[in-house]
């Protein structure tokens, strides 16, 4: 089943804008992880953020992770057409003897011209 | 990371038959697994893929109908067997690497059954 649930399901945006995408989640985890996905295509790793990580930076990217909330942020600044794409996040429970991930619903993100 | 393959990248089928999808890794990996996304869906696991051992497998996938191998640390194969059109989907291998469990998938092969 999956855990997490991400918003807004979809988003437009303009180029330049920064897009902000949530995640949350029911468990308690080690770890989350997010994803782009371009039309159906295989997933690229964005970023790892761990359990005692508040927020991580990556070029235009930044995530935070709010354990009390159980909720994650992942933010785009100075979008670009090329971000277009779904993004997901995707939790790790730490669980011993289980490593797979478990994905949230993921967001379209559509970055106009 | 790691350089991750999938073959074929897309097929259509006929319902009835099987397929089966490989993934070929770059580097030596312990935990590989499969899943599947249906069409504007999230993704779902299938299984765990272990070395020398039969896969572990999640609530409502079987092993008859989605067979796995996985004979050494870089390879492992996924078959969809007697498939229907609810077969439709993406199936994605990723690998772990590192105690922090980061994940990277293979580029998916897209089914479509008829």
């Known amino acids: 089943s999956q855990q997490g649930e991400e918003d807004p399901q979809a988003l437009s945006i303009q180029e330049g804008e920064n897009a902000t995408m949530n995640c949350s989640y029911k468990?308690?985890?080690?770890?989350l992880q997010w994803y782009r996905q371009n039309s159906g295509r295989g997933l690229v790793h964005l970023i790892l953020?761990?359990?005692?990580?508040r927020e991580k930076h990556s070029g235009r990217l930044r995530v935070t992770l709010d354990t009390s909330k159980k909720s994650s942020s992942l933010l785009i600044t100075a979008s670009r057409a090329a971000d277009t794409a779904s993004y997901f996040c995707a939790t790790d429970a730490g669980l011993a003897g289980r490593r797979a991930l478990t994905f949230g619903s993921g967001t379209r993100l559509q970055v106009q011209p | 990371s790691a350089v991750i393959s999938q073959k074929p990248s897309r097929d259509i089928c006929q319902r009835g038959t099987s397929l089966t999808i490989q993934c070929q890794v770059d580097s030596q990996v312990t935990m590989m697994f499969w899943y599947r996304q249906q069409p504007g869906q999230s993704l779902t696991l299938i299984a765990t893929a272990n070395q020398g051992s039969e896969a572990t497998y999640e609530s409502g996938f079987v092993i008859d109908k989605f067979p796995i191998s996985r004979p050494n640390l870089t390879f492992s194969t996924l078959t969809v067997s007697n498939m229907s059109p609810e077969d439709s989907s993406i199936y994605l291998c990723?690998?772990?690497?590192?105690?922090?469990?980061?994940?990277?998938f293979g580029p998916g092969t897209r089914l479509t059954v008829l």
């Open positions: 953020i761990r359990s005692n990580e």
């Open positions: 468990t308690s985890i080690n770890n």
């Open positions: 990723s690998v772990s690497f590192g105690a922090y469990n980061e994940q990277f």
